[in-house]
């Protein structure tokens, strides 16, 4: 084995014993009560209990301190219907819910109006904007939307949005590798090889992540490359298979290889087919997104 494999598999064990890692996502699960439940309840009524403190929730925080923790008990509560659209948020009820300053409040509802989720208007006030104003492609709100009762929907978009880019950021790779580049890759479907063999799937999501993360970001096209984080967000909040990297098993792993062959070769014709197949499980993602028309 590899020393980089090695590294690799032996922090994603710490991570799995509850040392968490500065990438790693954490997960709330959500009460998923009807939306009925919650028209005309106060503003903090429906939320989990556990939440009525910020600081005891150090398990997930992630080294974020109060500041982060808020945005993201703000964000999940926002995300998962608890606090609906035009819902004011008055930041002395938040401060005192949460119990903490003014300005950790202030400095969380900035972080949420930058993600489209709340506005901030002279004598309105803040407010809870509707879903379509949200950033949907922001990372945070993938992992709220994924984890709470969206989270089928979120699944399907991010597989069709993978079937978007993904593809073709193959294709385009294979005329811009450059030799630390493909070392790099094959370097990911090694350690992937090892973790299958021993039954390790941190490892192998985590090597996965980087293979497909790293595949964008060569792909010479610096458009492609911002949305590499999306790409990074949905195999960490997949939550099931929805690709062939969902999946671990000899035939994703030869994939994977493949595409790293063809890559080394310039044959962008063979990565796309490659990555394509590799997206591919279910009948119903080629159905929602076709192949590209030839021309």
Not at 20 to 41: I, N, S
Not at 122 to 147: K, M, Y
Not at 181 to 187: A, G, I, T
Not at 245 to 257: F, I, K, Q, V
């Amino acid at each position: 084995m590899s020393t980089l494999a090695h590294t690799m598999m032996t922090a994603a064990r710490s991570a799995d014993s509850g040392l968490t890692g500065p990438g790693e996502l954490d997960r709330y699960p959500y009460a998923e009560a009807p939306v009925a439940d919650r028209v005309g309840a106060p503003a903090w009524d429906g939320a989990d209990p556990e939440l009525g403190r910020v600081g005891r929730r150090a398990a997930g925080s992630r080294g974020r301190g109060l500041h982060g923790q808020l945005v993201q008990q703000l964000g999940q509560m926002i995300v998962s219907g608890d606090l609906g659209a035009d819902r004011p948020l008055v930041p002395e009820e938040i401060g005192q819910r949460f119990e903490v300053s003014r300005t950790v409040v202030r400095e969380s509802l900035r972080v949420l109006e930058a993600k489209g989720l709340v506005s901030a208007r002279p004598n309105v006030g803040t407010r809870v904007r509707p879903v379509s104003d949200w950033n949907l492609l922001d990372p945070d709100i993938i992992e709220w939307r994924a984890f709470g009762p969206q989270r089928d929907d979120q699944r399907r978009e991010l597989s069709e949005l993978r079937w978007t880019i993904e593809p073709l950021a193959a294709r385009l790779a294979a005329g811009h590798g450059r030799e630390e580049v493909q070392q790099r890759l094959s370097d990911m479907v090694e350690i992937m090889s090892h973790a299958m063999a021993q039954g390790d799937t941190l490892t192998f999501s985590r090597a996965d992540t980087e293979f497909h993360t790293l595949l964008i970001q060569i792909a010479g096209n610096r458009m492609l490359e911002h949305l590499s984080g999306i790409v990074s967000a949905a195999l960490q909040v997949s939550g099931g298979p929805v690709t062939g990297c969902d999946r671990p098993n000899e035939g994703s792993l030869a994939l994977h290889a493949r595409i790293v062959d063809a890559l080394g070769s310039g044959d962008g014709t063979a990565a796309e087919a490659a990555m394509r197949q590799l997206l591919t499980v279910h009948p119903e993602v080629e159905r929602v997104v076709p192949a590209p028309r030839e021309h």
